[in-house]
């Protein structure tokens, strides 16, 4: 079956500019995170859904970041006024209900210049 | 905080060698435990999990065992292949707080026929 999916694969844009980030998750998962991998880091966690709601962001960085999720289906990760720093994988995962295991997509490749 | 170390890589072995990759954790509470990898190319994979002490996980000859007085959660497998080549994560999650996984910094494993 399809896994998680996410898009774009590979995105390069300029300090300053607004960018947005997709995430599909398996259908039917009600659960979904954004984590972030940094060259040469562990994967650190951003945000966790619930269905639509967001019970623990936590793990955004600063109020440049936001995200939001439709139902139990897609999400976008947004990041306004990026800065070099934000250069990272952006990965998404999705579970059938949390805390059951994480189903993770290929990632979006940031980079910042 | 929570937080996971496992050893520095890379880590470069003959076929059929013997392969550990040491994995500690720091925690309140009692945290799952996780082995996840990354192939070339390819989205991160759960490989095996524990969820309470002296619990071994096992998968695809890959072996960890929850210790509780150590608080480690170590990798291992007996007889490793050129197929094994891949990115190894250990990761902890909370039991009964956040969803979120915290995950190590990665070791990246190279197997040579």
């Known amino acids: 079956g399809a896994g998680v999916s996410q898009s774009p694969s590979n995105k390069v844009t300029e300090k300053g500019k607004d960018v947005e980030l997709r995430c599909d998750p398996i259908?039917?998962?009600?659960?979904l995170y954004w984590y972030r991998q940094r060259l040469g880091q562990g994967l650190e966690f951003l945000i966790y859904?619930?269905?639509?709601?967001?019970?623990?962001k936590s793990g955004l960085p600063s109020d440049r970041f936001s995200a939001e999720r439709t139902g139990e289906s897609v999400s976008t990760l947004t990041i306004q006024r990026t800065q070099q720093e934000d250069s990272a994988v952006y990965l998404c995962?999705?579970?059938?209900?949390?805390?059951?295991?994480?189903?993770f997509g290929p990632g979006t490749r940031l980079l910042v210049l | 905080g929570d937080s996971v170390t496992q050893m520095e890589g890379p880590v470069t072995l003959s076929e059929e060698a013997f392969l550990t990759i040491n994995c500690t954790y720091t925690?309140?509470?009692?945290?799952?435990l996780f082995w996840y990898v990354q192939y070339p190319g390819e989205g991160l994979q759960l490989l095996l999990k524990a969820t309470k002490a002296d619990d071994k996980g096992s998968n695809k000859g890959f072996e960890a065992t929850y210790r509780k007085e150590t608080t480690s959660f170590h990798l291992e497998k007996g007889s490793v292949q050129v197929s094994d080549s891949a990115v190894y994560f250990c990761?902890?999650?909370?039991?009964?707080?956040?969803?979120?996984?915290?995950f190590g910094k990665g070791t990246k494993l190279t197997v040579n026929p």
């Open positions: 990761a902890l999650r909370l039991q009964g707080g956040s969803e979120k996984l915290v």
């Open positions: 259908s039917g998962h009600t659960a």
């Open positions: 925690a309140t509470g009692y945290p799952s």
């Open positions: 859904f619930q269905g639509n709601s967001a019970p623990d």
């Open positions: 995962a999705s579970s059938v209900t949390s805390p059951e295991t994480q189903y």
